[in-house]
C-alpha cells in the first residue's frame, strides 16, 4: 500500500503539469475570426459561425454548410464545404463556394473564391 501513494502523487503531479504546459501552449488571444459573421435571425441571408476548435457552420441562404477553417496570419483558409442541397430559387449561394477570407479595414469579412476574386462580404454579427 505504501507503494501506490508515491505512484498516485506522482500521476497526479505529472498531470498537473501537463495542464499548466498545455494552457500556456493555447495562448491568451482569440483569433479575430472566432464568431458569427452575417444575419443570423434570417435564414435566407448568408451566415457564417466561425469556432475556436476550426469548425465553420452556417447557411448560404438556402442550404447548411458544414466545414472547418484554419488561419493564416490575417487570412483563413476553408476546409471545403458540405451541404444539404436543397433548391432555393432566386437565392445567390455565394457563401458555399468559399475558399479563403479576411477582415476588411471596415469590420467585414471578405470572401474569396477558388480564383481569388471577392465574391461577398459578411458583417460581424450580432
Known sequence: MAHIQPRI???VSLAFIAAI???GCAGSGTSPFVGVWGDTSDSKQPS?????????TGTDGCNRLMGTWK?????????????TRMACEGVDTWLSQ???AK????GK???FGQGGE????LAPGK
Do not use: C, H, P, Y
Not at 71 to 83: Q, R, W
Not at 103 to 106: G, L, M, N, V
Open 48 to 56: 457564417l459561425d466561425l469556432t475556436s476548435d476550426g469548425s465553420a
Open 71 to 83: 488561419e493564416d496570419g490575417k487570412t483563413i483558409s476553408f476546409g471545403g464545404f458540405a451541404s
Open 9 to 11: 502523487l506522482r500521476a
Open 103 to 106: 477582415i476588411q479595414e471596415d
Open 109 to 111: 469579412l471578405a470572401v
Open 118 to 121: 471577392v465574391i461577398g462580404t
Open 21 to 23: 504546459v498545455m494552457a
Open 98 to 100: 468559399a475558399a479563403t
